[in-house]
T-cell receptor, first 114, second 111 residues
């Protein structure tokens, strides 16, 4: 079964710092990859997704992620974070053309200091 | 308004009671999902459904039952609630682009 690992459980940064959140998945076949964000007290919403094509994908609010197949990774990045980026971030994966389960990592809590 | 609605938003119950969490979507998406969110565990898939009358187990299905008699509804039932089922439950549907659309969540406390 596929699984998703997020290496950082809790990250604290100052405003304007650069961000990189790690995500690795276990499945060796073709995958679809997602990053979701959950702002305090809200439900999850999509930041970006990768299905195929350019491994560098851009999402909303200045976020981007790079798919590196050889490393089974899909790390999330942002060059300069803002206080409003304080939230919990989830990486998710599903096996393309195999089944429709979408499995999430345990999440990374990001706290931005003003 | 179009979207996913969950009810109740908050529920307190006692051990051994049956509880049903409702989920309704207005998009007619084929796929629907139930997740539970717990500190330290992230989101874990309980059950999912590919269409009406088609359901399948996720990562943590024990103690839960689902049904999908109509495309728009996907209720989750805890037949005999336990304290370990205290959690926030999210229902989601999947759009044509693969994106999941989540409801606002149902916070369940089992005493």
């Amino acid at each position: 079964a596929q699984s998703v690992s997020q290496h950082n459980h809790h990250v604290i940064l100052s405003e304007a710092a650069s961000l990189e959140l790690g995500c690795n998945y276990s499945y060796g076949g073709t995958v679809n990859l997602f990053w979701y964000v959950q702002y305090p007290g809200q439900h999850l919403q999509l930041l970006l997704k990768y299905f195929s094509g350019d491994p560098l994908v851009k999402g909303i609010k200045g976020f981007e992620a790079e798919f590196i197949k050889s490393k089974f990774s899909f790390n999330l990045r942002k060059p300069s974070v803002q206080w409003s980026d304080t939230a919990e971030y989830f990486c998710a994966v599903n096996r393309a053309w195999r089944d429709d389960k979408i499995i999430f990592g345990k999440g990374t809590r990001l706290h931005i200091l003003p | 308004d179009a979207g996913i609605t969950q009810s109740p938003r908050y529920k307190i119950t006692e051990t051994g009671r049956q509880v049903t969490l409702m989920c309704h979507q207005t998009w007619s998406h084929s796929y629907m999902f139930w997740y539970r969110q717990d500190l330290g565990h992230g989101l874990r898939l309980i059950y999912y459904s590919a269409a009406a009358d088609i359901t399948d187990k996720g990562e943590v299905p024990d103690g839960y039952v689902v049904s999908r008699s109509k495309t728009e509804n996907f209720p989750l039932t805890l037949e005999s609630a336990t304290r370990s089922q205290t959690s926030v439950y999210f229902c989601a549907s999947r759009g044509d682009t693969g994106e999941l659309f989540f409801g606002e969540g149902s916070r369940l406390t089992v005493l």
